[in-house]
Structures are given as structure tokens and as C-alpha cells.
């Protein structure tokens, strides 16, 4: 069986939001969208949009996906996804002053008439500790 992307994007979506057993401070979603629009030359354009979002986090970590997927009139579609994930750490263990943060970004889309982008970030975060026993009180 050849499936489309559209297909193959929501068969992923719908086993993903089935099969996932969510853990500790874990949230899924899947919103389904479909719409009509009528113009005043008595046009008619339909659409349809299926949008899946994962977030975890856990002590230090934290990471989102998200993504879209839309379909029109005349077999045309487009997809969008990113996703985001950090790391907090501390250099000097517990008593550390400042914490570190490792960031990641990255994005993309396609669309059915073969446009496609992608982008990605990287960096770090400083983060200082806003305690009394840090300021020296």
C-alpha cells in the first residue's frame, strides 16, 4: 500500500496519540480543525488541519514538539514542526551562584508544491541564583 505524506503524517499523529503512555509531567494534544470558507462569487475553499504538541519535563530537562499539518482543495497540503529542548545544570553542584541552560531550536516546513525550509538555534543561558543567602543577607 503506497500511503501519501498526508497520510503517513496522520497515521503517525493518531499512533502516537494512542500507543504514547504518558509519564510524569508529560502533555499531549492533537487538535483536529476543519473549515469552510464561501465567498461572495459563490467560490467554496475547504480545509483541514490536524496539529499534534508533545511537551516533557523532568528535573533539569525540558522538550516541546509541535507541528501542523494542513490540507486544502485540489490535493494541496502543508506541514510545519519544531521543536525545543533545554538542559539546566549547575557548574559547582548544589551550591553553585549561577546555573548554565543548553538551548536548542529547530523548525521546518514543507509544502505539497515542494517548498521547503528549515532553521535551527543553539545556545546557552546564564541564570543567577536570587537567594538571601546569595546576596550575603
Known sequence: MKRTPRSSIFFSALLLSVVATPAAAQRWELQAVGSQVRF???????SFSLSPFVEYRQGPLYANLTGAFSSFQGSEWATQGSGTGSLLFAPAG??????LELVGVASGTVHSGGFKTASSVTGFRRWTRRSPSARGH
Open 40 to 46: 461572495d462569487t459563490s467560490l467554496v475553499r475547504s
Open 94 to 99: 548544589a551550591v553553585s551562584p549561577f546555573r
